[in-house]
């Protein structure tokens, strides 16, 4: 919602929205290390394939806005990450149950019906930037996986996606314009939404079970599509609502599956 605001009321430019969200993402979440550890994160977290993937995710996500609601771009996000997810499980060999590929099917229908070619569409290249950044931070969480210190992994990788924030600034830099609102909008987005919430988000996980913490998560881009509603006075289609449930159910159906599994 803070993207959407300051990006689609022209607010402040794509690239430079994306450099002040990683620097004080990057900024907050070294400083709660150092709070936490006493000392700096330690360049053994340094993954340049995951800041790659981070800084891909960032900078799709924020030209993205440029031409999606927020609902429509969170759903859109949702289903790449869990589909590229599903993609690599089912490439180690993870084997699914009759109902999970039922509940995947449905999901993957909602993502194409989603997309496809009419009135209440997504704008392609809008929907093409979000399933970008969908793959990219599935590409960043995946390389995560299994990390001793998930906190000080993440605030390295925004480090090292600060130079590549700066670079893509720097091409852009004939659309460059902030306004006092756009750059408090993507301050907060950077500090608060990313870094603070990637530390609450791993501190909640010490109490959930894999399963648990999956099907939370599924409430997001519900959240986000109401309160492009509510708050962003944005449009609420049929084709979304439809989309959504398709999509959030079939994989609140493989979670539940994988979890019997399991």
Not at 59 to 77: E, H, K, P, V
Not at 164 to 180: I, K, M, N
Not at 189 to 211: D, P, Q
Request: net charge positive; with cysteine; charged share 10%.
């Amino acid at each position: 919602m803070l993207c959407r605001f300051a990006l689609g009321d022209e607010l402040i430019d794509a690239a430079s929205f994306t450099t002040l969200r990683v620097a004080s993402a990057a900024t907050t979440l070294v400083l709660i290390v150092l709070y936490r550890r006493r000392r700096l994160p330690r360049r053994e977290f340094a993954d340049p394939v995951a800041a790659l993937g981070l800084f891909a995710y960032a900078i799709a996500f924020s030209f993205a806005y440029l031409r999606l609601d927020t609902g429509m771009g969170a759903l859109i996000l949702f289903g790449a990450v869990q589909m590229s997810m599903f993609a690599v499980a089912l490439r180690r060999g993870e084997h699914f149950p009759p109902l999970a590929w039922a509940g995947l099917a449905v999901a993957a229908g909602g993502l194409v019906w989603l997309v496809l070619p009419g009135l209440t569409a997504p704008d392609p290249v809008g929907a093409g930037l979000m399933a970008i950044a969908g793959i990219a931070w599935g590409v960043f969480s995946l390389r995560g996986q299994g990390v001793t210190h998930p906190v000080e992994n993440i605030g390295v990788s925004f480090a090292l996606g600060v130079p590549l924030a700066l670079v893509a600034s720097a091409v852009t830099l004939g659309d460059f314009h902030a306004a006092p609102a756009g750059i408090a909008a993507a301050l907060v987005s950077g500090a608060v939404t990313s870094g603070m919430g990637y530390a609450v988000w791993y501190a909640a996980l010490k109490g959930l079970t894999a399963a648990r913490a999956a099907t939370v998560q599924l409430s997001v881009p519900a959240i986000a599509a109401f309160g492009g509603v509510l708050l962003l006075g944005e449009s609420l289609t049929l084709r979304l609502v439809v989309a959504s449930a398709a999509m959030l159910g079939g994989v609140a159906l493989v979670v539940a599956q994988r979890s019997q599994k399991a």
